[in-house]
């Protein structure tokens, strides 16, 4: 007499697979989530503190969250100058020709990387749109 194989349940088969896609997902979630803070490792500017005595946090990294008031300036090879808001008040930020691509208009919310620099501005080193 000849021996039968055995073939696994087609629906253990088929939770077996939906189990394994649905673990991917939740650690695709867990791992990729889009509401992490960019910039999290850098400290956020103290309002209060840089308008009282910018030239006190000079050659310091801070991470900025504004809003775009307005476009102050631009020059070709230094960029463009915006007034950010921020905490209720107004903040001129240096955007430099490095960051030419990316369309910053008015009203819209974007996360900086600033660096203050030796005379007292904040100079963009890096940008995402919040």
Known sequence: ?????????V?????AAALIVGAAFL???IFFRSDAVPYRTHPPL?????????????????RLEA??????AWSPTSGRLIAVSVEGETLPVLVPTDFSQINIQKG??????????????LKAKAITKA
């Open 1 to 9: 007499m000849a021996r039968r194989t055995r073939k696994p349940p």
């Open 11 to 15: 629906m253990l088969a088929a939770g």
């Open 27 to 29: 650690a695709g979630t």
């Open 46 to 62: 103290d309002v209060p503190s840089y308008l009282e005595n910018s030239k006190s946090l000079r050659g310091n990294t801070y």
């Open 67 to 72: 809003e775009v008031a307005n476009s102050l």
């Open 108 to 121: 819209q919310k974007f996360v900086f990387l600033v660096e203050v620099d030796e005379r007292g501005v």
